[in-house]
């Protein structure tokens, strides 16, 4: 029996569940669809977190991208795997989380070739705690006002994951950075 902990969640088109993966072999060149989620850390000052993959990384080596992204277990709660993740990768606490984009599906294929293939609801929440990036996950980190990275995606969209590209324009066209999100406190 497969040890849950490593096991990624299959779907089918319709992006419901039809099997499961260990997620070390899940990611190829042909990738099937599978559950993920992609979270967008918010400071005090409402900066965005990016984060630069580890060059250990098996897609998108050393590129920016978001906060931090993952992989729901079986039978975990989205949001459960959203916290645990943000623990996981940089040693810290979130709150108020919230789905800005529940229906976020992308197919992207990075340059050695190995593919990506989410149906990936995406989150917005606040930091709670101190941020102590997981070397093994993450390069480097940088606190960046919006209008910051919204002029990054427009120029210099090529530095970023496909996703973040993806996302940050489908976040816009929602409305969903706007003063009463980012200004939203507990």
């Known amino acids: 029996m497969e040890d849950s902990a490593d096991l990624v969640v299959l779907l089918d088109q319709d992006a419901r569940p039809s099997g499961t993966a260990p997620r070390t072999t ?7 669809l599978h559950l993920a989620f992609s979270c967008y850390l918010l400071d005090d ?3 965005v977190l990016l984060t630069r993959r580890a060059m ?14 993952g992989h729901p277990r079986p039978g975990e709660a989205i949001d459960d795997a959203v916290v ?7 040693g810290t606490t979130v709150r108020d989380l919230r789905c800005l984009l529940p229906e ?4 992207a294929v ?4 190995v593919v990506e293939n989410e149906f990936c609801p995406v989150y917005l929440a606040r930091l709670d705690g101190p941020v102590r990036p997981v070397a093994a996950e993450v390069l480097e980190s940088r606190w960046v006002p919006l ?3 919204r002029v990054a995606v427009g120029v210099a969209s090529w530095a970023l994951s496909p996703w973040l590209v993806s996302q940050f324009e489908e976040i816009e066209a929602a409305g969903c950075w706007n003063a ?7």
Do not use: I, Q
């Open 45 to 47: 000052e409402d900066r």
């Open 56 to 69: 250990e990384k098996r897609t998108w080596p050393g590129v920016w991208t978001n906060s931090f992204c």
């Open 147 to 149: 209008a910051d990275l």
């Open 26 to 32: 899940v990611h190829s060149r042909h990738t099937p």
């Open 180 to 186: 009463s999100m980012l200004g939203a406190r507990p």
């Open 104 to 107: 976020f599906r992308y197919r």
């Open 84 to 90: 645990r993740y943000a623990d996981r990768e940089l």
């Open 110 to 113: 990075d340059p050695s070739g």
